[in-house]
């Protein structure tokens, strides 16, 4: 079966910053886009950022773009999520998800295959 894993949660003060890892595994990687959501206490699940299968393209919440950046390395089956300047908006757990689709979309119905999910709390 398909496995998604998200590292790198945790605790950060504000202003800090934090690298969040997915590893998928038992999925051609190379052939999916690949995007982080977030969901806070009481909140809808949210976009975060994406990333085209070839890693040439990127998009990011209006909100959070400046602050995250996207990468990913298909030989190692990995995508990353950097964040700086964390504040205690973004607070949430964060997911991993992968799209077989063509389209590289940021609603998450369309999204194949998720993680976990990894806490992420930013204190202040």
């Known amino acids: 079966q398909v496995q998604m894993v998200e590292s790198g949660g945790g605790l950060v003060q504000a202003r800090g910053s934090l690298r969040l890892s997915c590893a998928a595994s038992?999925?051609?990687?190379?052939?999916?886009?690949m995007a982080w959501f977030r969901q806070a206490p009481g909140k809808e699940r949210e976009f975060v950022a994406l990333?085209?299968?070839?890693?040439?393209?990127?998009r990011y919440a209006d909100s959070l773009k400046g602050r995250f950046t996207i990468s990913r390395d298909n030989d190692q089956n990995t995508v990353t999520l950097q964040m700086n300047n964390l504040v205690p908006e973004d607070t949430a757990v964060y997911f991993c998800?992968?799209?077989?689709?063509?389209?590289?979309?940021?609603?998450?119905?369309?999204?194949?295959?998720w993680g976990q999910g990894t806490q992420i709390t930013v204190s202040s």
């Open positions: 998800a992968a799209n077989a689709s063509v389209l590289m979309s940021v609603t998450t119905r369309v999204y194949d295959y």
């Open positions: 038992r999925l051609p990687f190379s052939r999916y886009t």
């Open positions: 990333i085209s299968r070839s890693g040439e393209s990127s």
